[in-house]
């Protein structure tokens, strides 16, 4: 089974920046589409950004210009680039990956989520 682990949160003023990463593992696997969601107190979890394994990206409204995704295929790592941060970008942030998972007998398409990672955009 595929597992993502995030890292790179924390607390920073407006204005600044933050680079978070999301770093899969577990078996034989091939990863397709990654990307970042966010979530903030009483509201629903968005769509930040995603990547696909060729390199095309989508950008949620609220952050283009301002964030930039990226991913690193022979780590099986994606990276999410934060600059100009508002306090409105306060979230806990979640790293996805759509994956094929090639180590049992048969191949398995699954999708895994992280645990999340808290961005807090503060004075």
């Known amino acids: 089974q595929v597992q993502l682990v995030e890292s790179g949160g924390g607390l920073v003023q407006p204005g600044g920046s933050l680079r978070l990463s999301c770093a899969a593992s577990g078996g034989r696997f091939s990863l397709n589409v990654m990307g970042w969601y966010r979530q903030a107190p009483g509201k629903q979890r968005e769509l930040v950004a995603d990547i696909t394994s060729g390199g095309t990206t989508n950008y949620g409204e609220s952050v283009k210009g301002r964030f930039t995704i990226s991913r690193d295929n022979t780590r099986n790592t994606a990276y999410l680039q934060m600059n100009s941060l508002k306090p409105e970008d306060t979230a806990i942030y979640y790293c996805?990956?759509?994956?094929?998972?090639?180590?049992?007998?048969?191949?398995?398409?699954?999708?895994?989520w992280g645990q999340g990672t808290q961005v807090t955009v503060s004075s």
């Open positions: 996805n990956a759509d994956y094929r998972d090639w180590t049992g007998p048969a191949p398995v398409v699954g999708r895994a």
